[in-house]
C-alpha cells in the first residue's frame, strides 16, 4: 500500500468520525421528550449543579434520559450556564430548546423586610408565605446542628441569628438556603469590637443577643434601650431576679397557651424562661434583636436603678426606680390607673 493509499485511508476516517460526530451531537441535541401535553412546573435552587438539574427533570418527566440531557449541555458548553428559577416547560422539548429555556434567566426575586423583635416562628411564618417554603421544615431546622454551626459562638437555637433587616430572596432556593443568607448576615453584622466588647463584659454573644432580646421586646422607645439594658445589667450583677414579662410570653408562645394576658398565675409556673422564679437569662433569645438593641446589650448606659414599669399612657415610655418602694409606688401610679 503506498503512502498516498495510507493517507486517503486516514482522511476518510477521520471524515466519518467527524461525519458521527456531527450526527451523534445533533441527535442528542434534537432529542425529543413527548411526555403529552402538559406544561410541568419545575424549580431549579440556587446553586443547583448539573446533575441536580438533570435528577430534577428526570423525576418531573421532563426528561426520559438524564445522560443525554448532560451530553448536551456538554456539547453546547452550557454545563455552567443554568439558571436558578421557576420554569414552566412546554411539552414536546429537545434538549436544545430545555437548555436554551435554562440558560435564560428565569429568577423570581422577592424582596422581604423582616422587622426586629419577631421571633422565629413569625419569621419563618413570613418566609413560609412570601417563599412558597414548608413551614415545618423551617421549624425543624432551627436546631440544626450544621445551621448552627454557622453561627458557632455556642447558640443551641437560631432564635435571635434571623437578624433583622430587607432582603432579597430568589424564589426557588430551599428553606436551608434561605436560611444561611440569614445567618451569614448575622455573622456580617457581628463586628469584632462587639465580640472585645462581650469578653470585656465576661458575657458570651448567646447571651448578649439574649440580653438584646429582652431589651428589644421591652421597648421601642431607641432613648430607653440602653437604659434598660443598664437596669438588667445591675440586676444580673445583684444576681436579682429579671422579672421579665416578654419572657413569660414567649414561653406561652412555645406551650401553646398564649392568650393576650399575662396572668399572676404564669409568674408561678416552672418554665426556665420564667424570670420571676429562675436568676439569670433565660435559656436562648426570645426574639431576634436589631443592631441598637444589640449595641445596648453591650454598652448599657451606667444607671442606679433596678427597676422599671410602662407608664401606660401610650408614650411608651417607662418610669425607673432604684428602690423596691419606689417601684411599688410606679406600678400603683401607672399600672394601676383606671382599674
Not at 451530553?71 to 416547560?89: E, I
Given at each position: 500500500?503506498?503512502?498516498?493509499?495510507?493517507?486517503?485511508?486516514?482522511?476518510?476516517?477521520?471524515?466519518?468520525?467527524?461525519?458521527?460526530?456531527?450526527?451523534?451531537?445533533?441527535?442528542?441535541?434534537?432529542?425529543?421528550?413527548?411526555?403529552?401535553?402538559?406544561?410541568?412546573?419545575?424549580?431549579?435552587?440556587q446553586g443547583a449543579a448539573l446533575g441536580?438539574?438533570?435528577?430534577?427533570?428526570?423525576?418531573?418527566?421532563?426528561?426520559?434520559?438524564?445522560?443525554?440531557?448532560?451530553?448536551?449541555?456538554?456539547?453546547?458548553?452550557?454545563?455552567?450556564?443554568?439558571?436558578?428559577?421557576?420554569?414552566?416547560?412546554?411539552?414536546?422539548?429537545?434538549?436544545?430548546?430545555?437548555?436554551?429555556?435554562?440558560?435564560?434567566?428565569?429568577?423570581?426575586?422577592?424582596?422581604?423586610?423582616?422587622?426586629?423583635?419577631?421571633?422565629?416562628?413569625?419569621?419563618?411564618?413570613?418566609?413560609?408565605?412570601?417563599?412558597?417554603?414548608?413551614?415545618?421544615?423551617?421549624?425543624?431546622?432551627?436546631?440544626?446542628?450544621?445551621?448552627?454551626?454557622?453561627?458557632?459562638?455556642?447558640?443551641?437555637?437560631?432564635?435571635?441569628?434571623?437578624?433583622?433587616?430587607?432582603?432579597?430572596?430568589?424564589?426557588?432556593?430551599?428553606?436551608?438556603?434561605?436560611?444561611?443568607?440569614?445567618?451569614?448576615?448575622?455573622?456580617?453584622?457581628?463586628?469584632?469590637?462587639?465580640?472585645?466588647?462581650?469578653?470585656?463584659?465576661?458575657?458570651?454573644?448567646?447571651?448578649?443577643?439574649?440580653?438584646?432580646?429582652?431589651?428589644?421586646?421591652?421597648?421601642?422607645?431607641?432613648?430607653?434601650?440602653?437604659?434598660?439594658?443598664?437596669?438588667?445589667?445591675?440586676?444580673?450583677?445583684?444576681?436579682?431576679?429579671?422579672?421579665?414579662?416578654?419572657?413569660?410570653?414567649?414561653?406561652?408562645?412555645?406551650?401553646?397557651e398564649w392568650d393576650g394576658d399575662l396572668?399572676?398565675?404564669?409568674?408561678?409556673?416552672?418554665?426556665?424562661?420564667?424570670?420571676?422564679?429562675?436568676?439569670?437569662?433565660?435559656?436562648?433569645?426570645?426574639?431576634?434583636?436589631?443592631?441598637?438593641?444589640?449595641?445596648?446589650?453591650?454598652?448599657?448606659?451606667?444607671?442606679?436603678?433596678?427597676?422599671?414599669?410602662?407608664?401606660?399612657?401610650?408614650?411608651?415610655?417607662?418610669?425607673?426606680?432604684?428602690?423596691?418602694?419606689?417601684?411599688?409606688?410606679?406600678?400603683n401610679r401607672y399600672q394601676r390607673r383606671?382599674?
Amino acid at each position: 500500500m503506498t503512502f498516498k493509499s495510507k493517507l486517503l485511508i486516514i482522511a476518510g476516517i477521520a471524515i466519518a468520525l467527524v461525519f458521527i460526530t456531527w450526527v451523534s451531537a445533533y441527535l442528542i441535541l434534537n432529542n425529543t421528550y413527548n411526555r403529552g401535553d402538559k406544561q410541568v412546573r419545575i424549580i431549579i435552587p440556587q446553586g443547583a449543579a448539573l446533575g441536580e438539574i438533570a435528577d430534577s427533570l428526570y423525576a418531573q418527566g421532563v426528561i426520559y434520559n438524564k445522560t443525554s440531557f448532560k451530553m448536551a449541555a456538554w456539547l453546547s458548553g452550557k454545563t455552567r450556564q443554568l439558571f436558578p428559577g421557576t420554569y414552566y416547560f412546554p411539552p414536546h422539548l429537545t434538549n436544545k430548546a430545555l437548555l436554551r429555556l435554562l440558560t435564560t434567566v428565569h429568577l423570581q426575586e422577592v424582596t422581604i423586610t423582616i422587622p426586629e423583635g419577631l421571633r422565629s416562628d413569625e419569621i419563618t411564618s413570613i418566609l413560609s408565605e412570601k417563599l412558597e417554603l414548608d413551614s415545618a421544615e423551617l421549624s425543624r431546622l432551627m436546631t440544626d446542628s450544621t445551621l448552627l454551626a454557622i453561627v458557632d459562638h455556642g447558640f443551641v437555637h437560631l432564635e435571635g441569628t434571623l437578624f433583622p433587616d430587607t432582603y432579597r430572596f430568589v424564589k426557588g432556593e430551599s428553606a436551608r438556603r434561605t436560611l444561611e443568607r440569614l445567618l451569614r448576615h448575622f455573622n456580617n453584622q457581628l463586628q469584632p469590637e462587639w465580640l472585645e466588647r462581650a469578653d470585656d463584659l465576661g458575657m458570651t454573644i448567646p447571651e448578649i443577643i439574649t440580653l438584646a432580646s429582652l431589651v428589644e421586646k421591652e421597648t421601642a422607645n431607641p432613648a430607653e434601650r440602653h437604659l434598660i439594658a443598664g437596669v438588667y445589667h445591675n440586676r444580673l450583677r445583684q444576681r436579682m431576679l429579671l422579672n421579665c414579662d416578654p419572657t413569660l410570653i414567649y414561653a406561652l408562645v412555645q406551650m401553646g397557651e398564649w392568650d393576650g394576658d399575662l396572668k399572676l398565675k404564669h409568674k408561678e409556673m416552672g418554665n426556665p424562661y420564667n424570670t420571676y422564679r429562675y436568676r439569670g437569662l433565660p435559656p436562648t433569645p426570645i426574639a431576634n434583636p436589631g443592631s441598637a438593641s444589640i449595641k445596648a446589650a453591650l454598652y448599657p448606659e451606667e444607671t442606679p436603678y433596678f427597676y422599671f414599669v410602662g407608664k401606660n399612657d401610650g408614650s411608651g415610655k417607662h418610669a425607673f426606680s432604684i428602690t423596691l418602694r419606689e417601684h411599688i409606688n410606679n406600678v400603683n401610679r401607672y399600672q394601676r390607673r383606671g382599674q
